[in-house]
């Protein structure tokens, strides 16, 4: 089975930072890759960023130039460093581990809030 525990989440005032981070553990190898999806109330699930397995990085329009997410592989580790945060940045953030579209695992989410 795999594991994801995710840390970090939080309550930070706009134009603040925050980092991320999602461990994974169990039967991981061959993953294509691992990243962050967030989900705000009333809307469907998004990318917010993901590295696979090239290390080839995809990020949402929405977060490019704010967002950074990095890779520890002797941890299994992923990171979402979170700069200059808007109200709209106010979602659950998930992270997943993808095996090239067989299967995916989710963690159980972190509160990020964005509020003055």
């Known amino acids: 089975q795999v594991q994801l525990v995710e840390s970090g989440g939080g309550l930070v005032q706009p134009g603040g930072s925050l980092r991320l981070s999602c461990a994974a553990s169990?039967?991981?190898?061959?993953?294509?890759?691992m990243g962050w999806y967030r989900q705000a109330p009333g809307k469907q699930r998004e990318l917010v960023a993901r590295?696979?397995?090239?290390?080839?990085?995809n990020y949402a329009d929405s977060v490019k130039g704010r967002f950074t997410i990095s890779r520890d592989n002797a941890k299994n580790t992923v990171y979402l460093q979170m700069n200059s945060l808007k109200f709209e940045d106010t979602a659950v953030y998930y992270c997943?581990?993808?095996?090239?579209?067989?299967?995916?695992?989710w963690g159980q989410g972190t509160q990020v809030t964005v509020s003055s």
């Open positions: 169990g039967s991981i190898s061959g993953f294509y890759a």
């Open positions: 590295v696979n397995i090239g290390a080839n990085i």
């Open positions: 997943n581990l993808d095996f090239f579209g067989l299967q995916n695992y």
